[in-house]
Nanobody, 122 residues
Framework: QVRLVESGGGLVQPGGSLRLSCVSS????????MAWFRQAPGKEREFVAA????????LYADSVKGRFTISRDDIKTTAYLEMNNLQSEDTAVYYC???????????????WGQGTQVTVSS
């Protein structure tokens, strides 16, 4: 059974940066696709970014293109989300997810972490 644990969230000022990490444990390899989703209070969970196992294919939500970068280190079994120029609308709980295919649909991912809070505020 694969377990995902996120870290790296916190409070940051507008324009600041954070790097989230997602460590996969329980198996010697990660899911073929690793992704990040987020959920703000009162809103549905939304797709942020995804990356295929080879790193050759990435997918981003329009709202984060040019600001966020997803990456993965399969030796360390860790996925990352580098977030730059953070804005108040980025405030949410960020979830790491693993699945077989690289899609923006939450239902396509069968492994989820518990989430890490990101708050952007001055």
């Amino acid at each position: 059974q694969v377990r995902l644990v996120e870290s790296g969230g916190g409070l940051v000022q507008p324009g600041g940066s954070l790097r989230l990490s997602c460590v996969s444990s329980g198996r010697t390899f990660m899911r073929p696709t690793m992704a990040w989703f987020r959920q703000a209070p009162g809103k549905e969970r939304e797709f942020v970014a995804a990356i295929m196992w080879s790193g050759t294919r990435t997918l981003y939500a329009d709202s984060v293109k040019g600001r966020f970068t997803i990456s993965r280190d399969d030796i360390k079994t860790t996925a990352y989300l580098e977030m730059n120029n953070l804005q108040s609308e980025d405030t949410a709980v960020y979830y790491c997810a693993g699945g077989q295919v690289t899609t923006p649909r939450a239902g396509d991912y069968n492994t989820w972490g518990q989430g890490t809070q990101v708050t952007v505020s001055s």
